[in-house]
Nanobody, 126 residues
C-alpha cells in the first residue's frame, strides 16, 4: 500500500526555521519526482518546491532563497528546509509524488501528481 507521511510542522516565529520530512511506504522515492505544496483555507494549493528523480529542483517565487528541498536516498526521505519563515508561510504543507522516471518535476497542476500525504500544519506567528 502506497502511503506518504509528512512531519515536522508546528508553530514558529518569523525568522525561525523548520524542516519538514516526507516519508513514503510502499515505494522508493528515488524513482519519482517529489513536490511540496501548501494550502491555506479558501485558496488553491500552491506549489512550493519539487525535486525530480534526476535531482533537479524548482522553487516557487515566494520561497526562493529561503527554502531548500533535498532527498536522502539512503533513508528514502525527502526534506524541505524552511528558513527565514514569514507569517505568509502559514499553511498546511503536503508532499506529493509523481512523474516517475521522467527526469523533471512541476509546481503546476496538483492533479498531475499520483499520491499525496495527509499534510502537516505550519503556523508562523509572533
Amino acid at each position: 500500500q502506497v502511503q506518504l507521511v509528512e512531519s515536522g510542522g508546528g508553530l514558529a516565529q518569523p525568522g525561525d526555521s523548520l524542516r519538514l520530512s516526507c516519508a513514503p511506504s510502499g515505494f522508493t522515492l528515488d524513482d519519482y519526482a517529489i513536490s511540496w505544496y501548501r494550502q491555506v483555507p479558501g485558496k488553491e494549493r500552491e506549489g512550493v518546491s519539487c525535486i525530480s528523480d534526476s535531482g533537479s529542483t524548482h522553487y516557487g517565487n515566494s520561497v526562493k532563497g529561503r527554502f531548500t528541498i533535498s532527498r536522502d536516498s539512503a533513508k528514502n526521505m525527502v526534506y524541505l528546509q524552511m528558513n527565514s519563515l514569514k507569517t505568509e508561510d502559514t499553511a498546511v504543507y503536503y508532499c506529493a509524488v509523481g512523474y516517475r522516471g521522467l527526469g523533471y518535476c512541476s509546481l503546476g497542476d496538483p492533479s498531475s501528481y499520483d499520491w499525496w500525504g495527509q499534510g502537516t500544519r505550519v503556523t508562523v506567528s509572533s
